[in-house]
């Protein structure tokens, strides 16, 4: 089983429909991040989490929310999704003692028509 | 503002090195990570330097220079198997803010 687990894997939705991305982990960690990957554009955060009352802000935040149910749920949705949130989406978790590597889910291929 | 600088594209033949660069500018820095990407996979850690320095793992090394705010990955003998994008991340840590910055990538291609 994978440590980090992404749910849907890909997903087609309309303009306007509220939609959610599931990510669970195994891994035990505090740390819980959302990626957006772009062509070109590399991988830019959305929201982190250092615990589950702790969330934040990442560079590209704007249209998205989180919610962390618990250390191992971390959900991102897009309230009213708008084609340019068409994208690979990631979720990763990591440990701060560690240098804090990132461990990957497989990601959320997501398009809005 | 935060930024990092990789190429982003670089060609190199089968059985020989490669070296990809990283120039970084953060507020507050941590450590210089690299990752590997493949077509339609996750990103996958391969090498950490927190410390000046080379740090080597089988036939990749990464090499961190604090004062010029540079790294660099070093593949040997390089395979086919090794075309990928590779991304520098730097953790960016300065009071509470503490997060992971990555580069835009750098595309790996592998010619026989």
């Known amino acids: 089983d994978a440590d980090v687990t992404q749910t849907p894997r890909n997903r087609i939705t309309k303009t306007g429909k509220r939609i959610m991305l599931e990510c669970s982990q195994t891994k035990g960690h505090d740390r819980m991040y959302w990626y957006r990957q772009d062509p070109g554009l590399g991988l830019r955060l959305i929201y982190y989490s250092f615990d589950v009352k702790d969330i934040n802000k990442g560079e590209i935040s704007d249209g998205y929310s989180v919610s962390r149910q618990a250390q191992a749920k971390f959900s991102l949705s897009l309230e009213s999704a708008i084609p340019n949130q068409t994208a690979l989406y990631f979720c990763a978790t990591s440990d701060p003692d560690r240098g804090d590597i990132q461990y990957f889910g497989a990601g959320t291929r997501l398009s809005v028509l | 503002g935060q930024s990092l600088e990789q190429p982003s594209e670089v060609t190199a033949v089968e059985g020989a090195i490669v070296q990809i660069n990283c120039t970084y500018q953060t507020s507050g820095f941590y450590g210089l990570s690299w990752y590997q990407q493949h077509d339609g996979g996750a990103p996958t850690f391969l090498s950490y330097?927190?410390?000046?320095g080379l740090e080597e793992t089988g036939r990749f090394s990464s090499f961190l220079s604090r004062s010029d705010s540079y790294g660099y990955l070093l593949l040997q003998e390089l395979q086919m198997k090794d075309s990928a994008s590779y991304f520098c991340?730097?953790?960016?840590?300065?009071?509470?803010?503490?997060?992971?910055?990555f580069g835009k990538g750098t595309r790996l291609h592998i010619l026989p």
């Open positions: 330097n927190g410390l000046d």
């Open positions: 991340a730097v953790r960016d840590q300065k009071n509470r803010d503490d997060k992971i910055i």
